[in-house]
């Protein structure tokens, strides 16, 4: 498998939104980031991947972009960018952007004009359609709730939307419009940028024919997935995207691929397909359940291995992993994978990321993993920001089903402001993020868990993410090594081993909260601890006693 630096690197993702709030307006901001770049210097990442930070009104919190060429307000200045920029280059840290252009808000120029007149040049820069039958052009169902489809009262027409009606899809067939987008990628790679995170990327080409979707057990909307997902022109425009972009530059690059198999896998991030390095696979997080995604069970550990194990296997040799359990999307991975009961919290942050940090793949830290932040207790509605929980409210409880009372702990288990309550960098007063009134509800568990705190803990879980990162450079099996999968059907373990050019790597995890015996293949008895999250100091016995969410790596040179 071919080198590069991207494969060796470590991310950490920032929600500027939450992240560090430098002028007391409760929201993060660009010069907060920059105040806080040594503290990512001192973790050891690589690469900072910044969630959308360009001019938006924020309908969903900047991913509604209505010009990719300018900063949003509320996190300062072009010129703060460049500075950011340049400090983080100055610290050895890259700069990765999010690039959100399967829709942008329908507050951009181009949407202005375009809705204007079905005579306007920017008219095939979305998709537009006539209505049927008196209502939308087909039944598909948007992902923030309600119809695709929202009708436009100066040419009577309906506009695509998959996600908020304030989302209006790019259509990727015009040419014209792709120029316009590679022009504005070529303005951010001459600036200096290391490279793009790429939102929903994989559905970005629809069919020309748009059918009704299937509806099942007669829900009111029909589901587009079959449709835009993997659409028909998908890698003919990535392909292109690289040639006329991505190939003049030494930069990375990540799809958001949702509903990618291993196969759809190695298109898009093949060694040799000339698209992308890597794409983000859902399949660990997208456990679909009786209310689609609203859940309160914890995903299981037998699941997750299965999971991880195939894409391990699958893209070995073929394309690259990204690894990663937390994102902005996601709850907090300690509450969602782990155990975050205050007697399991730090231990079973440090299990998780043993694991993770060990397979192949480039890791992603989301904000606040490295200091085991948790799921927030959030007390009422008003406290919730985010467009996916209320849209998700409003459709299981003013408009469905259920009671506040059934739907409330789907809320607090699952929503996406679990992630974007604030950074939590001190005991000081709202965590020490900002100086104002928050944007959104601080955690109260700050006091005890916040990165002062965490530097001053020689046994952290901030210094265990640093000795992982470290080991990754220094171990080249850790970053290319094959997987082999051991103790397949044992509900709590999950093992495997790792091996490049006769090194090999036993890694132990113990998902439980129970102790569990384990018998070490032959040849690790005895051999180099490389790093546990309990105080073990050797293994010299054929078998060990493994205690709850304990993880054990052990080394066996050539």
């Not at 209505?131 to 695509?160: C, E, V």
């Not at 292109?240 to 030494?250: G, K």
Request: net charge negative.
């Amino acid at each position: 498998m071919n080198r590069a630096w991207w494969k060796e690197a470590v991310v950490y993702q920032i929600y500027p939104r939450s992240f560090m709030d430098s002028n007391g307006d409760g929201i993060g901001d660009l010069n907060g980031i920059i105040s806080k770049l040594d503290y990512l210097k001192l973790l050891g990442v690589d690469v900072i991947w910044l969630s959308p930070v360009y001019q938006s009104p924020n309908a969903d919190n900047g991913y509604d972009i209505s010009d990719y060429q300018a900063i949003m307000a509320e996190f300062g200045t072009m010129e703060d960018f460049d500075r950011l920029l340049s400090q983080a280059h100055g610290k050895g840290l890259k700069i990765v952007m999010d690039l959100v252009v399967n829709h942008s808000s329908d507050e951009h120029k181009w949407f202005v004009e375009s809705r204007k007149s079905v005579n306007s040049p920017y008219r095939n820069y979305y998709i537009w359609r006539d209505g049927k039958n008196g209502g939308p052009p087909n039944n598909w169902g948007s992902w923030f709730g309600g119809s695709t489809w929202t009708r436009d009262g100066a040419t009577g027409m309906y506009y695509l939307h998959l996600f908020s009606p304030k989302q209006p899809d790019l259509n990727w067939s015009s040419p014209a419009l792709r120029d316009e987008i590679y022009r504005m990628m070529t303005w951010w790679c001459d600036k200096g940028i290391d490279g793009f995170r790429m939102d929903v990327i994989s559905m970005i080409s629809k069919p020309d024919i748009l059918p009704d979707g299937p509806a099942e057990n007669g829900a009111q909307y029909g589901d587009f997935t079959p449709y835009c997902i993997h659409g028909p022109h998908v890698h003919e425009y990535l392909r292109e995207m690289n040639s006329r972009v991505l190939s003049h530059y030494d930069i990375m690059t990540v799809g958001e691929t949702s509903g990618v198999t291993v196969e759809q896998a190695r298109l898009y991030a093949g060694e040799d397909t000339h698209e992308l390095n890597m794409v983000f696979q859902f399949e660990h997080v997208d456990v679909p359940g009786k209310y689609a995604g609203w859940r309160t069970n914890k995903i299981s550990m037998p699941f997750l291995r299965a999971v991880f194990s195939k894409w391990q296997t699958g893209l070995n040799g073929k394309a690259w992993n990204s690894l990663f359990l937390g994102n902005h999307d996601q709850p907090r991975s300690v509450s969602q994978f782990g155990d975050d009961r205050p007697a399991f919290r730090v231990v079973s942050a440090k299990l998780l990321a043993t694991w993770l940090h060990m397979m192949q793949g480039t890791p992603y830290i989301y904000q606040g993993e490295e200091l085991g932040m948790t799921n927030c207790p959030f007390e009422s509605l008003s406290e919730f920001r985010d467009i996916d929980s209320l849209n998700g409210y409003r459709t299981w409880v003013e408009n469905g089903p259920l009671t506040h009372a059934q739907f409330w702990p789907f809320l607090l288990f699952k929503s996406r402001d679990n992630a974007r309550t604030p950074m939590q960098w001190s005991a000081r007063p709202n965590a020490g993020f900002t100086t104002g009134t928050p944007w959104i509800r601080v955690n109260p568990n700050y006091t005890e868990i916040n990165a002062e705190a965490a530097l001053a803990d020689p046994n952290s879980i901030f210094y265990y993410y640093q000795k992982l990162i470290r080991l990754r450079k220094t171990y080249p099996v850790i970053v290319y090594g094959s997987y082999a999968l051991l103790e397949k059907n044992d509900p709590n373990l999950c093992v495997y081993i790792r091996e490049l050019a006769g090194e090999k790597l036993l890694v132990i995890c113990n998902f439980s909260d129970k102790k569990q015996a384990y018998t070490l293949p032959e040849g690790f008895s005895g051999t180099q601890i490389l790093i546990t999250n309990l105080n073990r100091s050797a293994v010299d016995e054929p078998s060990l006693t493994l205690q709850p969410y304990e993880a054990v790596v052990l080394r066996r040179p050539v």
